[in-house]
């Protein structure tokens, strides 16, 4: 990973990824909270009583985690504009395996960005970080979400039944998973 520089990504139409920092926890607060409702059936960290306090200590562990090389997260953001939020949630480097998770605010859904984003965090974990293995975890019910990885050729590689807690209710995890020998870049 890289030597404490930040990373950006110009996404396209004015959509960029950066990683968030602590003068973004207002937007970081006000996007969630604007999202409450579509964030918390599948995310867990989407607690009833979200507050900046949160959203600062997220953006605190985030930045710890990059500094750790555990995790590397990123803002989605239109202008100053916290839209969502994308990234590598673990990195196994025995493995060289990560995974991707990612959000989007309603009302920028369908528009490509997710998709997009995705390609350009695909392309550098296999390219830069040199990854050999990406998977995607997302609950069988987050039909927007499981279109990602099939999109870009993942494999489901399984069903985890009733193992993650959302929103009070166990929900079934499918498990996508691409290897860098399958990805085409430009596909």
Request: glycine letters at 10%; aromatic letters at 12%; one cysteine or more.
């Amino acid at each position: 990973m890289d030597n404490g520089a930040e990373i950006t990504f110009e996404v396209e139409d004015g959509f960029i990824l950066r990683q968030i920092r602590p003068e973004d926890a207002e937007s970081v607060y006000k996007g969630v909270m604007a999202n409450y409702g579509h964030l918390r059936e599948y995310m867990h960290w989407m607690v009833p009583d979200y507050s900046l306090n949160h959203a600062k200590e997220f953006i605190d562990a985030s930045i710890k985690a990059a500094e750790d090389k555990t995790l590397l997260g990123f803002g989605i953001f239109k202008g100053p504009e916290l839209v969502g939020s994308i990234g590598f949630v673990n990195f196994d480097y025995a493995a060289r395996r990560t995974e991707v998770g990612y959000w989007i605010d309603k009302s920028y859904e369908g528009r490509g960005i997710i998709s997009r984003s995705c390609r350009l965090l695909i392309d550098y974990a296999f390219k830069e970080l040199r990854m050999n293995r990406i998977e995607i975890r997302c609950s069988t019910e987050n039909y927007r979400s499981s279109a990602i990885p099939k999109r870009f050729g993942f494999t489901l590689e399984g069903t985890l039944r009733q193992s993650e807690m959302r929103n009070g209710r166990l929900h079934d995890f499918a498990i996508y998973g691409l290897l860098a020998s399958e990805w085409k870049a430009d596909g």
